[in-house]
């Protein structure tokens, strides 16, 4: 079974998706996610311009020998554009190989070890009202654990708070998890670390007031805080019992979770922009971290998370996959097969796709009363309609960067 056809189409129902199709010369098609939010035509030039050429002929069942051959045959290693191209390929080797077995993939990575993956969605609010009706909103949806983004006085634009402005073509729809903005620039943020730290509390108190002590609450700094202000939320936040404080600094200096972790017993997610298993040798090793935060679609595909979540196992550390909209419904179905067959599942983060991207990807991943579940087609259960995904053409989109009051860029 050898790779004839090797495709990747880049579509933009409700924003920019890289995909990867392959074909092999006895008719089986896999499917793999190569989305790099605002940065996707540099992982689509390496999958084209170095990947497609070595691909066509290959044995299709070798998928970890491919692995290899890309990961260390590139020589230049890691990295977020070529763990995510290495990942469309992964992804969608293991799709090819699910499809021919007739069974959905969490079969052949070992069968299911639990019956749905918990998922958590984002809430969030300018102000507290709008915050009470967004976790509401998730609530009657079906949702069991949520995430708490809160507006915060004096700043205007802040990362998590939904717009309500939709984007262009899809004006009045509320799509709350879509950081980046259509168009030629990225937008500008504003941020106040003090007055962070002063009204985060007093809004987890209000929450914890209003929706009560059992609903799991997670919050995502967004990697904006020093080690020691981290340690000093992580503090703070302790009477309201977060599931998970995220990205609560930049995570490149592993050893500074060595400090937060002295002061504070919030758990502690990290990594979704991390995509390799080197990023989190002390933080797993030390058991800085209690979930890891990396996705199938940036870290290599099933091969080398699945490597991450086995090693972070022995230290009792779970997994969260990434899964914001900027995620594929294809890297999503990766990550379900994957979570549910893995002993240490934690949380699947998890947003619903808006409408056009369901009609450009048919998905079998169901999600019903909090759980998602992987469905039980042949391989990842995903599939891409061309007409559809040849209608919405590339646009261009950036994430946006932050300053702080003074004009210093700032982490985002
Ligand atoms: O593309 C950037 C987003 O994926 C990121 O901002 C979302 O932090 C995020 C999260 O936790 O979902
Ligand atoms: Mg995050």
Same mark, same amino acid.
């Given at each position: 079974m050898s790779i004839e056809r090797a495709e990747v189409i880049v579509t933009s129902p409700d924003r920019n998706f890289v995909t990867l199709r392959l074909e092999t010369d006895d008719g089986y098609v896999g499917l793999g996610d190569g989305t790099l939010n605002g940065r996707e035509l540099a992982v689509v030039a390496y999958l084209r311009d170095h990947i497609v050429p070595l691909l066509l002929g290959k044995d299709a069942h070798r998928i970890e020998d491919t692995w290899q051959f890309l990961y260390r045959g590139a020589y230049w290693r890691r990295g977020p554009v070529t763990m995510a191209a290495i990942a469309a390929v992964d992804v969608a080797l293991w799709d090819i190989k699910a499809r021919r077995a007739g069974m959905p993939l969490y079969q052949l990575l070992g069968g299911a070890s639990r019956h749905g993956l918990l998922a958590y969605g984002h809430a969030s609010g300018q102000s507290t009202q709008e915050l009470f009706e967004s976790v509401t909103a998730h609530l009657e949806q079906g949702y069991r654990a949520i995430r708490i983004q809160s507006g915060i006085p004096g700043l205007t634009s802040l990362y998590g708070i939904a717009s309500s402005k939709g984007l262009e073509g899809n !004006?009045?729809? @509320?799509?709350?998890? !879509?950081p980046a903005q259509r168009g030629k620039h990225p937008v500008e943020e504003s941020w106040d670390t003090d007055a962070y730290l002063r009204h985060l509390p007093g809004v987890f108190e209000a929450v914890r007031n209003q929706f009560g002590e059992d609903l799991p609450l997670l919050h995502d700094c967004h990697h904006r805080l020093t080690p020691i202000q981290a340690a000093s939320l992580g503090k703070s936040l302790e009477?309201? @019992?977060?599931f998970w404080l995220e990205d609560c600094t930049p995570a490149e200096n592993q050893e500074a979770f060595r400090l937060i972790r002295r002061h504070t017993t919030t758990p502690l997610a990290v990594g979704e922009v991390m995509n390799s298993v080197w990023d989190y040798q002390t933080l797993i090793r030390e058991q800085l971290i209690d979930y890891v935060r990396s996705s199938v679609t940036h870290a290599g595909g099933i091969t080398h998370l699945k490597r991450i979540l086995e090693h972070a196992a022995q230290y009792q550390i779970k997994s969260g996959m990434h899964g914001p909209t900027d995620v594929s419904p294809v890297g999503m179905a990766a990550a379900l097969h994957l979570g549910l067959s893995l002993h240490n599942f934690g949380i699947q983060e998890y947003m619903q796709y808006g409408p056009r991207t369901n009609a450009v990807f048919t998905q079998s991943f169901t999600w019903s009363e909090g759980f998602l579940h992987p469905g039980s087609q042949p391989g990842l259960g995903v599939t891409l309609n061309l007409d559809e995904a040849r209608k919405y053409p590339y646009v261009r989109a950036y994430l946006p960067f932050t300053r702080l009051k003074d004009g210093t860029i700032h982490d985002w």
């Open positions: !004006e009045g729809v @509320r799509y709350d998890h !879509e009477p309201y @019992r977060l």
